[in-house]
């Protein structure tokens, strides 16, 4: 079955410490997107990619890190320096162009927890 | 920039009643319009998009949604709800040949017996 995964679950980590979330998919798309949600907040973009090494920045992206060495992976490092990482985090992915426009996939989240 | 509300942050409906979530933007040009579904604890699923054409556009789980761009909205219905509708709805606005999303903050939807 083609789709998006996230690992792990639940994730809880010490103040201080950077931690990473792992995305794949297998869906063969060009792009894909970190975002954070907080309740009332809605989805906010950290990061988006739409080739392999390049990614650009979304609307929250300070404290924040990824990488995308390959199509199918987009890990995201939340860093020691993000103020308030204690989030849900959805990893989804895309085609470009075309009737696929904007229709994203996403994954099952990671729910961060920083004590 | 474009923007998307969605002025209800929680509405509660009876199990059989219609339901109507809002949705408002805020875009220049015709924007591509989408609304997602998610339950508790999970990702986000596509219920339906508008692109052009026809402004009345159906999607899976028997919603529908109507593009009016008089009133630059985007509204989501159906006309009778079932308890396992009861999740946390999302409209979201692209641009042409771009392909991030910009959210809304959503609407939280319960049902009552």
């Known amino acids: 079955d083609g789709g998006i995964t996230q690992s792990p679950k639940y994730l809880f980590r010490k103040e201080g410490q950077n931690v990473t979330l792992s995305c794949e998919q297998n869906?063969?798309?060009?792009?894909m997107y970190w975002y954070r949600q907080d309740p009332g907040q809605g989805l906010r973009l950290i990061y988006y990619?739409?080739?392999?090494?390049d990614f650009q920045k979304g609307d929250i992206a300070e404290g924040y890190s990824v990488s995308r060495e390959k199509k199918e992976s987009f890990p995201l490092t939340v860093t020691s320096a993000q103020k308030n990482p204690t989030a849900f985090y959805l990893c989804?992915?895309?085609?470009?162009?075309?009737w696929g426009q904007g229709e994203q996939y996403f994954g099952p989240g990671t729910r961060l927890t920083v004590t | 920039a474009q923007s998307v509300t969605q002025p209800d942050i929680h509405i509660t409906v009876s199990e059989g009643a219609s339901l109507e979530l809002r949705c408002n933007y805020s875009?220049?040009?015709?924007?591509?319009l989408f609304w997602y579904v998610q339950s508790p604890g999970q990702g986000l699923q596509l219920l339906l998009k508008?692109?052009?054409?026809?402004?009345l556009v159906q999607g899976i789980k028997g919603f529908e949604a109507e593009f009016k761009r008089s009133q630059s909205s985007f509204n989501l219905r159906k006309p009778s709800v079932h308890w396992s509708d009861a999740a946390e709805y999302f409209c979201?606005?692209?641009?042409?040949?771009?392909?991030?999303?910009?959210f809304g903050t959503g609407t939280r939807l319960t049902i009552i017996p």
């Open positions: 869906l063969n798309h060009d792009a």
């Open positions: 508008y692109f052009s054409g026809d402004t």
């Open positions: 875009y220049g040009a015709t924007p591509y």
């Open positions: 979201a606005v692209a641009s042409f040949g771009n392909e991030k999303l910009t």
């Open positions: 989804a992915s895309s085609m470009i162009g075309g």
């Open positions: 990619s739409q080739i392999v090494n």
